[in-house]
């Protein structure tokens, strides 16, 4: 089946720092691949999205490239910001379509803490 | 903008209570779901519907029933409340469409003694 794997956390990096959060997939074929983001007391909302290989998504400052040959959909921003600080989840479409589309598998999800 | 709106923010119940955790959309989202979040563990997906009664079985549905009796609204049902089922209950709306996003509400937090 799908799955989603993300590099643990928590990470903690300084207000200006580079952010690389890792994120690789399995799954048969070629899912859609996001980004999502849950800030303290809301729900999770759309950072980013990409729907092929070598599409690159991108928002906010925030940026992800899906390369098929490493199953792999890495979040990157090259300045964070405190307000940056949140749990940011991977994951991937369900290939089935019809009533599926919108099923998405998420993975474990990584705390950012960004300080002054 | 979409909103969906889940009843409540916070709710502790005891073992072998009857829970009713309800969620509505205001968008006319064909897609529901109910997702819990667990520390480490991510999003796992109970139950989706794709129409009114309409359902289907997620990932890990034991324990939990759905209503789907309105367009708008999506219901999660524990028939008798454990304390394993102790998490974040987070419910979401969608178009059925390649590549839609889903709109998630701001979640309920479920505590059973």
């Known amino acids: 089946g799908n799955s989603v794997t993300q590099m643990e956390g928590p990470v903690t990096l300084s207000e200006e720092a580079f952010l690389t959060i890792n994120c690789t997939y399995t799954?048969?074929?070629?899912?859609?691949l996001f980004w999502y983001v849950q800030y303290p007391g809301e729900g999770l909302q759309l950072l980013l999205k990409a729907t092929k290989a070598d599409d690159k998504g991108s928002n906010k400052g925030f940026e992800a490239t899906y390369r098929k040959e490493t199953t792999s959909f890495h979040l990157e921003k090259g300045s964070v910001q405190v307000s940056d600080s949140a749990v940011y989840f991977c994951a991937l479409s369900d290939l089935a379509g019809g009533t599926s589309y919108g099923k998405l598998t998420f993975g474990q999800g990584t705390i950012l803490t960004v300080h002054p | 903008d979409v909103k969906v709106t889940q009843s409540s923010r916070y709710l502790v119940k005891r073992t072998g209570e009857k829970v009713f955790l309800e969620c509505v959309q205001d968008?006319?989202?064909?897609?529901m779901f109910w997702y819990r979040q667990d520390p480490g563990l991510g999003l796992r997906l109970i139950y989706f519907s794709y129409d009114v009664k309409m359902k289907e079985k997620g990932d890990i549905p034991e324990g939990y029933s759905v209503s789907r009796e309105k367009k708008e609204r999506f219901s999660l049902i524990l028939e008798s409340a454990s304390t394993n089922q102790t998490s974040m209950y987070l419910c979401a709306s969608s178009l059925i469409r390649p590549n839609e996003k889903l709109f998630f509400g701001s979640g309920t937090q479920l505590s059973v003694l």
């Open positions: 799954a048969t074929g070629y899912p859609s």
């Open positions: 968008m006319d989202h064909e897609n």
